[in-house]
């Protein structure tokens, strides 16, 4: 797997954000990607790329609580939802950020090694891991899991 560090641009954000267990990440992705998306077409909003899933409270290890994982789900969009707050959802401006970014090709339990693999990396540059990880699925759970495709991203200072 490769690594390439990029500047990601500034973008305006749609998600809902929980703290989970990890045995509840399952459920919780699934169908809110499919209750944002929804609301998206409603309001006839433009998605700009891949959904993604963040987490956000990882140690400077990659390791999460996981009786308590917060993590954020949702779209890049063309511009603010206004009305976010009608289905419980949050609408905001992300700035710019360094992030070291990856596509990685396999089961999704599998993805341990190439998520320190990253952090090494952006060690060997003179980053910071910030705690924070996206994660935009490629595939559709219709493809074999070997071969599910996701681009890792890990953000740094």
């Known amino acids: ?11 305006w954000i749609f998600s809902q ?3 989970v267990k990890v045995e509840e990440i399952p459920q919780v992705i699934g169908p ?3 209750k944002l998306g929804g609301f998206i077409q409603e309001q006839n909003i433009k998605i700009l790329s ?3 899933v963040s987490f956000k409270n990882m140690d400077e290890h990659g390791g999460l609580d996981e009786s308590a994982i917060e993590m954020e ?3 890049p969009v063309a511009e603010e939802v206004k009305n976010a707050k009608k289905i419980d959802s949050d609408s905001y401006f992300l700035p710019s950020y ?9 089961k999704y ?10 952090m090494a990396e952006i060690k060997k540059i003179g980053g910071k891991f910030s705690g924070i990880s996206y994660e935009y699925y490629l595939s559709d759970e219709e ?6 495709e996701t681009i890792m991203e890990l953000v740094y200072e």
């Open 143 to 148: 493809i074999p899991e070997e071969q599910q």
């Open 32 to 34: 809110t990607f499919m």
């Open 17 to 19: 954000s929980f703290t």
């Open 98 to 106: 360094k992030e070291m970014s990856g596509l990685y090709v396999g």
């Open 50 to 52: 891949t959904p993604f």
């Open 73 to 75: 789900v949702g779209f």
């Open 1 to 11: 797997m490769q690594f390439e560090p990029i500047v990601k641009p500034d973008q």
């Open 109 to 118: 339990e599998d993805m341990t090694d190439p998520y320190f693999a990253m």
